[in-house]
Protein backbone atom coordinates (compact mmCIF):
# COMPACT_ATOMS: atom_id res chain seq x y z
CA UNK A 1 0.00 0.00 0.00
CA UNK A 2 2.88 2.21 0.51
CA UNK A 3 4.60 1.81 -2.53
CA UNK A 4 7.85 0.20 -1.33
CA UNK A 5 9.52 -2.45 0.99
CA UNK A 6 11.68 -2.39 3.70
CA UNK A 7 14.52 -4.85 4.27
CA UNK A 8 14.88 -6.48 7.85
CA UNK A 9 18.45 -7.27 8.87
CA UNK A 10 18.96 -11.44 8.82
CA UNK A 11 20.51 -11.45 12.00
CA UNK A 12 17.10 -9.48 13.56
CA UNK A 13 16.37 -11.65 16.80
CA UNK A 14 12.85 -12.29 16.99
CA UNK A 15 11.07 -11.45 20.25
CA UNK A 16 8.82 -14.35 20.66
CA UNK A 17 7.63 -17.05 18.60
CA UNK A 18 4.58 -16.84 19.18
CA UNK A 19 1.85 -16.07 15.97
CA UNK A 20 -0.56 -14.38 18.16
CA UNK A 21 0.47 -10.54 17.44
CA UNK A 22 -0.13 -7.43 19.28
CA UNK A 23 -1.80 -4.56 16.96
CA UNK A 24 1.12 -1.85 18.22
CA UNK A 25 2.64 0.34 15.87
CA UNK A 26 6.31 -0.04 15.24
CA UNK A 27 6.10 -4.20 15.53
CA UNK A 28 7.20 -6.42 12.63
CA UNK A 29 6.36 -9.66 12.61
CA UNK A 30 7.81 -12.92 10.05
CA UNK A 31 9.27 -15.77 8.76
CA UNK A 32 13.20 -15.88 8.96
CA UNK A 33 13.84 -18.22 5.50
CA UNK A 34 16.77 -19.54 4.33
CA UNK A 35 18.26 -22.05 1.04
CA UNK A 36 19.84 -24.77 1.11
CA UNK A 37 20.53 -25.94 -2.46
CA UNK A 38 20.40 -22.74 -4.84
CA UNK A 39 19.42 -19.01 -4.40
CA UNK A 40 15.55 -18.83 -4.96
CA UNK A 41 15.56 -15.14 -6.72
CA UNK A 42 12.77 -15.04 -8.52
CA UNK A 43 9.93 -14.90 -5.34
CA UNK A 44 6.53 -13.55 -4.77
CA UNK A 45 5.73 -13.00 -1.19
CA UNK A 46 1.97 -12.52 -0.48
CA UNK A 47 0.43 -10.84 2.68
CA UNK A 48 -3.18 -11.31 2.84
CA UNK A 49 -5.13 -9.66 6.19
CA UNK A 50 -8.40 -8.23 7.04
CA UNK A 51 -9.53 -5.12 4.65
CA UNK A 52 -7.32 -2.23 5.34
CA UNK A 53 -6.68 0.78 4.05
CA UNK A 54 -9.31 3.47 2.02
CA UNK A 55 -9.70 0.85 -0.80
CA UNK A 56 -10.16 -2.26 1.53
CA UNK A 57 -6.84 -3.78 0.82
CA UNK A 58 -6.94 -7.61 1.33
CA UNK A 59 -3.43 -8.38 0.05
CA UNK A 60 -0.12 -6.99 -0.78
CA UNK A 61 2.56 -8.50 -2.53
CA UNK A 62 6.38 -8.13 -3.34
CA UNK A 63 9.22 -9.65 -5.05
CA UNK A 64 11.36 -10.81 -3.08
CA UNK A 65 14.89 -13.96 -2.66
CA UNK A 66 15.61 -16.76 -0.65
CA UNK A 67 19.06 -16.68 -0.52
CA UNK A 68 21.35 -19.00 0.55
CA UNK A 69 21.78 -17.85 3.97
CA UNK A 70 19.11 -16.05 6.22
CA UNK A 71 16.70 -13.68 4.74
CA UNK A 72 13.21 -12.27 6.89
CA UNK A 73 9.90 -11.75 5.48
CA UNK A 74 7.28 -9.73 6.92
CA UNK A 75 5.22 -7.02 7.73
CA UNK A 76 6.02 -3.65 9.81
CA UNK A 77 2.78 -2.45 11.44
CA UNK A 78 3.91 1.28 10.41
CA UNK A 79 0.82 3.10 10.11
CA UNK A 80 -2.82 3.68 11.63
CA UNK A 81 -4.16 1.72 8.88
CA UNK A 82 -2.10 -1.15 9.67
CA UNK A 83 -3.67 -1.98 13.06
CA UNK A 84 -6.37 -4.24 11.64
CA UNK A 85 -7.18 -7.38 14.20
CA UNK A 86 -7.80 -10.70 12.52
CA UNK A 87 -6.38 -13.20 10.49
CA UNK A 88 -2.73 -12.47 8.39
CA UNK A 89 -0.80 -14.91 6.24
CA UNK A 90 2.55 -14.61 4.94
CA UNK A 91 3.26 -16.55 1.93
CA UNK A 92 5.88 -17.27 -0.47
CA UNK A 93 5.85 -18.94 -4.58
CA UNK A 94 8.35 -19.28 -7.01
CA UNK A 95 6.29 -19.65 -10.27
CA UNK A 96 2.68 -21.19 -9.49
CA UNK A 97 5.09 -23.46 -7.01
CA UNK A 98 3.87 -22.54 -3.67
CA UNK A 99 6.98 -22.73 -0.70
CA UNK A 100 5.59 -22.03 2.41
CA UNK A 101 2.11 -20.25 4.10
CA UNK A 102 2.66 -19.00 7.79
CA UNK A 103 -0.72 -17.77 9.68
CA UNK A 104 -0.27 -15.08 12.07
CA UNK A 105 -3.37 -13.48 13.94
CA UNK A 106 -2.80 -9.38 14.79
CA UNK A 107 -5.03 -9.20 18.62
CA UNK A 108 -5.93 -6.15 20.51
CA UNK A 109 -2.62 -5.44 22.30
CA UNK A 110 -4.96 -5.62 25.68
CA UNK A 111 -5.09 -9.57 25.12
CA UNK A 112 -1.45 -9.64 25.15
CA UNK A 113 -0.34 -7.07 27.77
CA UNK A 114 3.33 -8.60 28.00
CA UNK A 115 4.11 -8.77 24.13
CA UNK A 116 2.83 -5.56 23.74
CA UNK A 117 4.63 -3.37 26.14
CA UNK A 118 7.93 -5.20 25.73
CA UNK A 119 7.22 -4.47 21.62
CA UNK A 120 6.60 -0.88 22.46
CA UNK A 121 9.99 -0.69 24.42
CA UNK A 122 11.91 -2.26 21.99
CA UNK A 123 10.51 0.28 19.05
CA UNK A 124 11.22 2.94 21.25
Not at 17 to 46: C, K, N
Request: aromatic fraction near 8%; hydrophobic fraction near 35%; charged fraction near 15%.
Amino acid sequence: LTGFVNTIRPDTTFVSPSREIPAVPGLSFGVRTQAFLRLHDSITITVTHPPMGPGGATQQTYLSTIPIGPRINGYFLEYERDLVPGDWTISASEGDVPLFAVHFTLVDPAELPGMAGLCEHLSS
